[in-house]
């Protein structure tokens, strides 16, 4: 009979995400490498592999199953990981793996029949899909799923009432997991850390084979592939005329995002307060209400924010004069100014001047959304 072994498949993720992280978030390793970053500056998909540095399969009979004798030789187990790093510090990871080199064991069993000699060896294959934040440096939120084929040949040797001989066998064990991982390093566009899970793997054994026991853990590193474009938002501040003796006092709050060819999109709204006026002439009241688009340009870490109206008033004044009152639509003063340089950092500030019939200063200050801390 010719024998065959399964097709090597997993060792590694099974064992992989079976044991649990050792580290707990206190830890000093879990401090250190880290480059001080904004969280957004991480955020993207990353794509790596992760290995194992210990694994073992162990002997899990009880005593008086009848194993004499028990040796294994351990495996090397190597897989696939794949993380997205979102702009609020939320971090997805999906891993998936096989053996990278087929554990082995051996138990000489004592039976009613005599001794058996159990020759065998593990496939196992395993995936997960984990949850965290990179600001806690870890994920194990979710779960795992592990599936491992044994095949044993079991030697019988000739004896006075039998010729003995080779049998072979297959069993198959398929268990949920709680598999744990740890960030312990990252720089934007690359990050990495170890792995384990919360429980090691049992294998039962049946009458005349042995019950095993698999363990391991590792490191992997990722590298990111794309960026993902993290919105920002920014409060800006207006004061001045629109006309001569028309006060005006603005705020707005907006939201924006960076293209693929470097320009700025987004919209925002924001108050507006009228009042003053013309000694000896009319005077103004009113406001209201009003919206913006956001434009501009970003190049070489400064973004050239814009706010627009496109033209069309949104604000009613109240005009008083000698002569009468009316009412009339009446555009913002944010944006009557030409661009403002900013940073690309949180908390940045710029302003800019308008003279003219429209005169002021419009301050803004822009910050991302989500974490702003370093993970």
Same mark, same amino acid.
């Given at each position: 009979?010719?024998?065959?072994?399964?097709?090597?498949?997993?060792?590694?993720?099974?064992?992989?995400?079976?044991?649990?992280? @050792?580290?707990?978030?206190?830890?000093?390793?879990?401090?250190?490498?880290?480059?001080?970053?904004?969280?957004?500056?991480?955020?993207?998909?990353?794509? /790596?592999?992760?290995?194992?540095?210990?694994?073992?399969?162990?002997?899990?009979?009880?005593? /008086?199953? /009848?194993?004499?004798?028990?040796?294994?030789?351990?495996?090397?187990?190597?897989?696939?990981? !794949?993380?997205?790093?979102?702009?609020?510090?939320?971090?997805?990871?999906? +891993?998936?793996?096989?053996?990278?080199?087929?554990?082995?064991?051996?138990?000489?069993?004592?039976?009613?029949?005599?001794?058996?000699?159990?020759?065998?060896?593990?496939?196992?294959?395993?995936?997960?899909?984990?949850?965290?934040?990179?600001?806690?440096?870890?994920?194990?939120?979710?779960?795992?799923?592990?599936?491992?084929?044994?095949?044993?040949?079991?030697?019988?040797?000739?004896?006075?009432?039998?010729?003995?001989?080779?049998?072979?066998?297959?069993?198959?064990?398929?268990?949920?997991?709680?598999?744990?991982?740890?960030?312990?390093?990252?720089?934007?566009?690359?990050?990495?850390?170890?792995?384990?899970?919360?429980?090691? @793997?049992?294998?039962?054994?049946?009458?005349?084979?042995?019950?095993?026991?698999?363990?391991?853990?590792?490191?992997?590193?990722?590298?990111?592939?794309?960026?993902?474009?993290?919105?920002?938002?920014?409060?800006?501040?207006?004061?001045?005329?629109?006309?001569?003796?028309?006060?005006?006092?603005?705020?707005?709050?907006?939201?924006?995002?960076?293209?693929? !060819?470097?320009?700025?999109?987004?919209?925002?709204?924001?108050?507006?307060?009228?009042?003053?006026?013309?000694?000896?002439?009319?005077?103004?009241?009113? /406001?209201?209400?009003?919206?913006?688009?956001?434009?501009?340009?970003?190049?070489?870490?400064?973004?050239?924010?814009?706010?627009?109206?496109?033209?069309?008033?949104?604000?009613?004044?109240?005009?008083?004069?000698?002569?009468?009152?009316?009412?009339?639509?009446?555009?913002?003063?944010?944006?009557?100014?030409?661009?403002?340089? @900013?940073?690309?950092?949180?908390?940045?500030?710029?302003?800019?001047?308008?003279?003219?019939?429209?005169?002021?200063?419009?301050?803004?200050?822009?910050?991302?959304?989500?974490? @702003? +801390?370093?993970?």
């Amino acid at each position: 009979m010719t024998r065959r072994w399964p097709s090597r498949s997993a060792l590694a993720l099974g064992l992989l995400f079976l044991w649990p992280l @050792l580290l707990p978030a206190g830890d000093g390793r879990a401090q250190s490498g880290w480059a001080s970053e904004p969280t957004y500056r991480y955020a993207g998909a990353y794509h /790596g592999e992760w290995v194992s540095t210990s694994s073992e399969v162990a002997l899990a009979s009880e005593a /008086g199953s /009848g194993i004499v004798l028990f040796t294994s030789r351990p495996a090397s187990v190597r897989g696939i990981v !794949d993380l997205e790093v979102a702009c609020d510090g939320t971090v997805r990871l999906e +891993a998936r793996g096989h053996t990278d080199s087929t554990p082995t064991y051996a138990a000489l069993v004592s039976t009613a029949l005599g001794l058996r000699l159990v020759d065998g060896r593990l496939d196992l294959a395993a995936r997960a899909t984990l949850a965290g934040r990179l600001s806690a440096r870890r994920a194990e939120d979710g779960s795992g799923y592990v599936e491992a084929a044994l095949e044993e040949a079991v030697s019988a040797p000739a004896t006075a009432a039998g010729t003995g001989g080779v049998s072979l066998g297959r069993r198959w064990h398929a268990a949920d997991s709680r598999p744990r991982w740890q960030l312990l390093a990252g720089e934007p566009g690359r990050l990495q850390g170890t792995w384990d899970s919360a429980a090691d @793997l049992a294998i039962p054994g049946a009458a005349g084979e042995p019950a095993l026991r698999l363990g391991a853990r590792g490191s992997w590193s990722a590298t990111r592939h794309s960026t993902e474009s993290c919105p920002w938002r920014g409060q800006a501040t207006a004061r001045g005329a629109v006309v001569e003796g028309q006060m005006h006092e603005e705020s707005v709050e907006f939201v924006f995002r960076l293209t693929a !060819d470097g320009r700025l999109e987004g919209e925002g709204s924001g108050r507006a307060r009228v009042y003053g006026g013309v000694p000896g002439g009319c005077e103004f009241s009113g /406001g209201g209400m009003f919206s913006v688009r956001v434009g501009g340009e970003y190049r070489a870490g400064r973004f050239r924010v814009q706010l627009t109206d496109d033209e069309q008033p949104q604000l009613l004044v109240t005009t008083t004069c000698p002569s009468g009152q009316y009412v009339a639509p009446q555009t913002a003063l944010a944006t009557a100014f030409g661009t403002v340089e @900013l940073a690309e950092a949180p908390g940045a500030r710029g302003q800019s001047t308008a003279g003219g019939t429209a005169s002021g200063v419009l301050e803004v200050g822009i910050e991302p959304l989500g974490e @702003l +801390a370093p993970p």
